[in-house]
């Protein structure tokens, strides 16, 4: 339930960072139980992990 009601939230701090111009800067990974990877495009972030393992993985790759 805790993430339910801060999904709209991850919207809004994409969206800070945007506004703060620091968007550009910065890999923004959504995840958990009722997170999709369609929501992660809906809001903007760059990738969607199904849990921590997963997330772990793909910011290796972002680290290169």
């Known amino acids: ?3 339910t009601t801060t999904m709209p939230v991850m919207k809004q701090v994409i969206d ?3 506004k703060e ?3 550009h800067t910065l ?3 959504v ?3 009722p997170v999709s990877p369609e929501f992660a495009r809906e809001v ?5 992990a199904a ?3 997963a997330a772990s993985e793909i910011c ?3 680290c290169g």
Do not use: Q, S, T
């Open 21 to 23: 111009n620091l968007r």
């Open 31 to 33: 995840g958990g139980a």
């Open 44 to 48: 903007g972030a760059d990738a969607y």
């Open 16 to 18: 800070a960072l945007e």
């Open 27 to 29: 890999k923004v990974v």
């Open 60 to 62: 290796r790759e972002f």
């Open 51 to 53: 849990d921590a393992v």
């Open 1 to 3: 339930a805790l993430l």
